[in-house]
């Protein structure tokens, strides 16, 4: 999006709130988004009701942006300077918001762009994204995310994998060679691929075992390039919401002679997967 465009939305409540409503529903008909329900009853203050289950609900309920309490010209504020990769501490200058809000909304950014992923479910395991949308923490240790990564096609997939241990690498006919906190692997013949294990390191005489001859790696070194000039403008990422930046920069790097805008607004307003709305307030 244009910043005329951006600017001319800003202008009013109403305009950034009609802009973000026909992005939740961009065929026009509200539906009950808890059972599908598309009898529905209009009440006050932009409210729903179900005719079917009686759940009662807004348009932004159930969805990433639903998640805040901020008005749609904040959403609008914070998505473009996100867009812009404007640091959080800036992002809450800008759209007149706290530090903490601001955190939670890029937050809640990441995982919309995350939820795009096939791998979500187990992504979401790892990074326990229901403590995001209002769930409990399970109590015990949390491994550390490892992950795959190929390019097809000059997109790069970032997938999530259980471990990088000895005997999965060998169960899955991976040859590998350690660099660091970076596994290279061929691990299938069309197209190259790396694992990347973040804090967790195969033994020197795993790796040698796995290792036949020289190992290239064509095509990726230009996404590791583009992501670690990102990353460290974070100055530390926590191992538990790693795998969202990641997948930040994945999306990023796909889409990267893109305007970024409309696909983060498109993916912020889809509704939040797997979460039962019936244990979660009415609004």
């Known amino acids: 999006m244009v910043l005329k465009a951006l600017e001319y939305l800003l202008r009013s409540e109403n305009r950034s709130r009609l802009y973000l409503v026909r992005k939740c529903w961009p065929k026009g008909q509200r539906f009950c988004i808890r ?3 598309r009898k529905i009853y209009r ?5 729903y009701r179900c005719a079917r289950c009686r759940y009662t609900f807004q348009d932004f309920s159930g969805r990433w942006i639903g998640e805040l309490n901020l008005s749609a010209k904040q959403w609008l504020w914070i998505l473009k300077l996100f867009e ?7 992002i809450a200058q800008e759209a007149a918001i706290s530090y903490p809000t601001t955190l939670k909304a890029t937050h809640l950014i990441r995982c919309a762009i995350a939820q795009q992923s096939p791998d979500f479910d187990r992504l979401r ?3 326990d994204l229901a403590q995001t949308v209002g769930g409990r923490k399970k109590a015990g240790r949390r491994e550390t995310p ?3 990564l190929s390019m097809r096609n000059g997109r790069v997939e970032v997938t999530v994998v259980t471990d990088l241990c000895l005997e999965t690498l060998l169960d899955e006919n991976v040859k590998a060679v350690k660099t660091g906190p970076i596994v290279y692997t061929d691990r299938f013949a069309n197209y190259d691929a790396v694992v990347f294990g973040g804090y967790h390191r195969i033994n020197v005489d795993d790796a040698n075992r796995l290792t036949r001859g020289k190992v290239y790696i064509n095509g990726l070194e230009g996404f590791w390039s583009f992501a670690k000039e990102r990353l460290t403008k974070f100055h530390g990422v926590s191992k538990q919401y790693f795998p969202l930046y990641l997948k930040e920069m994945e999306f990023r790097y796909n889409h990267r002679h893109e305007q970024l805008f409309d696909l ?3 993916y912020s307003t889809r509704l939040v997967p797997n979460i039962s709305q019936s244990q979660k307030s009415q609004p």
């Open 84 to 90: 812009l990769e404007i640091s959080a501490r800036r």
């Open 125 to 127: 395991e790892e990074i």
């Open 264 to 266: 983060l607004a498109d």
């Open 43 to 47: 009440l006050v203050k932009s409210r």
């Open 146 to 148: 490892v992950f795959g």
């Open 35 to 37: 059972c599908g329900e």
